[in-house]
Every structure is written in C-alpha cells, then in structure tokens.
C-alpha cells in the first residue's frame, strides 16, 4: 500500500503558506488616495473664469485656492486679541502653504521669553519650550492662535510670524466647503496676469493640498464679428486671385 503521508504533508504546508500570506495582505495599511484637483477650462484669458474640482479632501472642510508662484512671507509686530492664558488671535494673509508657518511670541519687554510655534502639517503648532501642541493655524483664512501656561495679558507681547503664501488668493468670496466625501466644485477668477503657464494651489484646512497648471493666453477678441472673420477671408481670395492672374509662373504651378 502507497504512503500518503507526504501528500497530506504538501497540503498542509500548502495551507500555511497561504495563511501566512493573507496575513501579510492584512497588515499591508490602507493609502488613501491623495488628493487632486482639475481645471475646467485649462486654458484661460486673464479675468476668465475657471472651475476647480477636487476630490479626497478633507471632510466638510473649508478650502482655499491660490494662485501663481508660492511667495515667502514675514509678518511683524501683528496686532491681536485675547486674554489671560488665551487663546490669542491674529492672522495673516491666506491660503497658507501647509507645514510653512512658525509664530514668534516675544514677551522679553515684560520680562519673558521668546517662543516659536511651528505649525505640524495639520493646522496646529506645536510650542519650542516642550514641544506641545499649543496653537493652531487656518491654511485658509490665515487666521492663527496660541495659547500659554501664565497669565500673559498685562505684559506687552511681540507677534512675528514667518510663512508661504501665494500670488493671488483667488478663493471664491462665498467660500468653499468640501462634501462628506471630500469632493468640491468651485469656479475662480483667473487674475489680470501675463500670458503663460500658472499653478493653481488649493488647501483645505486640515493640511490637504493639490496642483494643477493653468495656461493663461489672450483669446480672440470678441468684438471681431463672423461678419468681419468673412471679410478677412473674402479680402485674402481676392489678393491670391489677382497674384494667381499677374503671374504666369503661378499659372503653369496651379496646373
């Protein structure tokens, strides 16, 4: 009689294998999909209008779009409000780009320090003394705030902030929010820029961001009529007849 121990040998090691295999598949982590945004039309006069779509953004988050190059930015002696240990509030120009913004708090006049709160990515910024989230910072209003440990109101306090923004802040004046499932549709005024090729940046204010380029050239203008389109041509077919009719080299071509 056959053995069939080594067969039972081979299925097991068969379901082992793909055990061990599902396991692997489970531990894989699931990627969300980055986010993303088209343009309707690509291709724009200045003062045209444009629509933005995005998709895998955050949920039912507000959104800012901004326009042309990124631009560095520094804001001194800001002015601001708030009592006791906060939260303190102030703001600069938006969209911000996400992960660039650090605010100074100079208290040296009254006696305290210097500290810096450098923005995480994700709209908070975390404190120099020991590294704690203790402030936040809208990509895209601009608007900041920074709470502290002491009562600060009677001392007279600094405000700096250092960040990146971009050319023009083309957000729509309604505001734009995204859906539940992240998605937004907006239209922008392209500002009166050069002829060329520009980037269009939107951010929502939980650090999502995406790009996509936008080519901006003069159109036809629209007070030439078809009328007068007509005429152009009527005008060209008459001028390559008569040159057609003067010139017998032209003639002996044609045919």
Not at 30 to 48: E, K, Y
Not at 111 to 124: E, K, M, P, Q, R
């Amino acid at each position: 009689m056959k053995r069939k121990q080594p067969r039972k040998e081979a299925r097991a090691l068969s379901i082992i294998a793909f055990i061990a295999f599902a396991a692997v598949l489970l531990a894989i982590p699931v990627v969300s999909a980055a986010s993303a945004i088209t343009l309707n039309p690509t291709s724009q006069a200045p003062t045209g209008s444009v629509n933005v779509s995005g998709t895998s953004f955050g949920a039912t988050k507000s959104v800012g779009i901004g326009f042309g190059a990124e631009v560095a930015a520094t804001d001194f002696n800001m002015p601001y409000t708030g009592t006791g240990m906060g939260p303190y509030t102030g703001n600069v120009s938006g969209p911000i780009k996400p992960g660039s913004f650090v605010l100074f708090s100079d208290t040296t006049a009254g006696g305290g320090i210097v500290s810096t709160y450098t923005d995480n990515g994700a709209g908070i910024t975390m404190w120099s003394y020991d590294d704690t989230p203790m402030g936040t910072i809208n990509y895209v209003t601009g608007v900041w705030t920074r709470s502290s440990t002491v009562d600060v109101s009677g001392i007279e306090t600094n405000y700096t902030a250092t960040y990146t923004r971009y050319q023009y802040n083309v957000t729509s004046a309604a505001g734009i929010t995204t859906s539940a499932s992240g998605d937004f549709t907006a239209p922008i005024t392209v500002p009166a820029v050069a002829d060329g090729t520009y980037t269009v940046t939107a951010i929502d204010t939980q650090g999502n961001r995406a790009t996509s380029p936008l080519t901006v050239a003069a159109v036809i203008p629209e007070n030439i009529s078809l009328i007068a389109i007509m005429l152009l041509f009527g005008i060209a077919a008459v001028v390559g007849a008569r040159y057609l009719r003067n010139d017998p080299q032209a003639r002996v071509a044609v045919k």
